[in-house]
């Protein structure tokens, strides 16, 4: 028997953010849902380490750099020390990953396997990121790279 993947990319990425909120609330990130502010869509906010972030949910395709830039503009136009975690289930294109980006990191599905997995506790997994984020500027570094 083979499980249906849903193809519509809305429902979906629906069903991810439900998904992510529960998770985050199992490890005592005190989530909130998505939410509408000044006309932007974000989908989810959490706190870690004394941190609130804002999170993007993607489930559709690759992530460019036009999508990054438009979630860091959300990221930055918030509180001073507000971050951001993008999560996406398919990755990132090469060319979207930079340094400009100072105030986001990002997961993929690499990333949340590991952690369903019980590889890596997802705070231990967003410390790491995090960390490696600030010391080398690089924001999107899996978990399979992130040990090496």
Not at 49 to 76: G, I, M, P
């Amino acid at each position: 028997n083979k499980i249906a993947l849903n193809t519509n990319f809305n429902q979906r990425g629906f069903q991810l953010e439900k998904f992510l909120y529960k998770l985050f609330l199992l490890f005592d990130l005190e989530p909130k849902g998505s939410f509408k502010i000044n006309g932007e869509q974000i989908d989810g906010a959490f706190t870690f380490q004394n941190t609130d972030y804002l999170l993007e949910a993607k489930w559709a395709k690759e992530v460019n750099r036009s999508d990054l830039a438009t979630f860091c503009f959300k990221v930055e136009t918030k509180f001073k020390n507000a971050a951001g975690l993008l999560i996406s289930i398919d990755g990132v294109t090469k060319e979207a990953v930079s340094s400009d980006f100072k105030s986001i990191i990002i997961m993929d599905g690499v990333d949340l396997l590991a952690v369903l997995d019980n590889r890596i506790k997802l705070s231990d997994l967003l410390f790491k990121k995090r960390r490696k984020a600030s010391e080398t500027g690089n924001i999107y570094v899996n978990f399979n790279s992130l040990f090496r």
